[in-house]
């Protein structure tokens, strides 16, 4: 027997992240952790894959998640999880990039997107002259992205992960008005390069 959507609901509840981070730290429960690292981990390796390289990244999020293990009932929780969650995240990733001596000079050229037949893959319904096309301006989209400076990167890749502008400046610790620039300055970089380009 199915049940109707609205049903599923009722026994399936979703539980914000405040939630799950509070009774993580107040019964030591894995499975509250464990819902807690199904929502934010594939958004926050995406981050610091765009950041760093992919050995790194895998690194920072192990990192980042012993670290919000660790949390003791004592230490104050953030009241939006998923930017107290990316500030640790960044700030793992910085000491890291520090420690490693690349803070502000890595490329991230090797890297890449995707391989070309997994770009191929998903255009599979277009001319094959069009799924060429779509694949390098994928690879130059990727490619400015990667050139923007670290904290124009940064913002750009925030905002793609649904972050506002105050979350933003909450999470970097910068001013509004820092972010609105760093964002302008990286948009009007990826666009003179895209029209350059074509």
Known sequence: ???????????NPTISPEILITRYIATSKDKYFTLLVKQFNQPIYHYLLSQSDKETAEDIIQSMWLK?????????????????????????????????????TQSLDEQGAATDIQLLSQTNNHS???????????ALFNRAITLLPFYQREAFIFQ??????????????ESFETIKSRLRYARTYIKNLLEDKS
């Open 68 to 104: 919000v293990m660790n949390i003791k009932a004592s230490h104050p929780v953030h009241s939006n999880v998923k930017s107290w969650l990316f500030t640790i995240a960044r700030n793992t990733l910085i000491d890291e990039l520090r420690r490693q001596n690349r803070w502000q």
């Open 128 to 138: 094959l002259e069009q799924q060429f096309e779509y694949i390098d301006r994928l």
């Open 1 to 11: 027997m199915k049940l109707p959507s609205m049903v599923k609901g009722w026994f």
């Open 160 to 173: 793609q992960e649904g972050f506002s502008l105050e979350q933003i400046a909450e999470l970097t610790g």
